[in-house]
């Protein structure tokens, strides 16, 4: 977006819901629901990294929004620098309150974890796993266990493209979205006890946005 449009589009003055996708598997998931959400998904071009999180971020609180909801993947988060950027990142943003000098407001911001990655939020549309996934494919990979609900998955943006919409995409192969909010829940209670465990905050997002609504 060039400059001159940015400074053209309206502050929101207060007021709503905006959610970030940290990478592409994010960013698509969540148009595809965005008529569940009373939330702007935001923003619609896909790119990734932490840096260009953050701008997404600082851009979220000049235009006033309440709440800023951040989707993070932790298998990317293993190296030393990897882990060094996101621990600076949750301790300058996660669960603060932020006075936006523009609108006079407050903006909170909720970091939302799926570990190892937003596929283990997919698997539970099917089923329930607090197994040691520490990567969708490399490392005791996630990814020969979703393939047993949906043989044709590729985290590949042409797929995400190409499937109708994930969230379509895991409901037509038999997920329920009740059934993953459900399975997050247990997910996040079972994390607690056991850290190294997959799990899922993604029934905060919908919690969230059905109680702002």
Request: aromatic share 12%; hydrophobic share 30%.
């Amino acid at each position: 977006m060039r400059r001159s449009e940015r400074s053209k589009r309206p502050i929101k003055r207060g007021g709503g819901v905006a959610v970030i996708g940290e990478g592409p598997t994010e960013q698509y998931y969540l148009l595809s629901v965005q008529g569940l959400l009373n939330a702007n998904v935001y923003p619609k071009i896909v790119k990734d990294g932490m840096e260009y999180l953050i701008s997404r971020v600082e851009e979220c609180i000049a235009e006033g929004y309440d709440k800023i909801l951040c989707l993070i993947d932790k298998d990317n988060k293993s190296g030393v620098k990897e882990q060094r950027e996101y621990n600076s990142f949750v301790k300058k943003y996660s669960g603060k309150k932020i006075k936006n000098s523009q609108t006079g407001g407050n903006t909170e911001i909720i970091i939302i974890e799926n570990s190892p990655c937003l596929e283990i939020w997919f698997y539970y549309y099917f089923r329930l796993s607090t197994g040691l996934f520490s990567s969708y494919e490399k490392i005791n990979p996630l990814k020969p266990e979703l393939r047993k609900f949906l043989p044709e998955y590729e985290k590949r943006i042409d797929f995400f493209k190409k499937c109708g919409g994930l969230h379509q995409y895991l409901t037509f192969k038999g997920g329920d979205l009740k059934e993953a909010i459900r399975n997050s829940m247990i997910s996040m209670q079972n994390h607690e006890l056991n850290p190294n465990g997959a799990y899922s905050e993604m029934r905060i997002l919908f919690d969230l946005i059905k109680n702002n609504s």
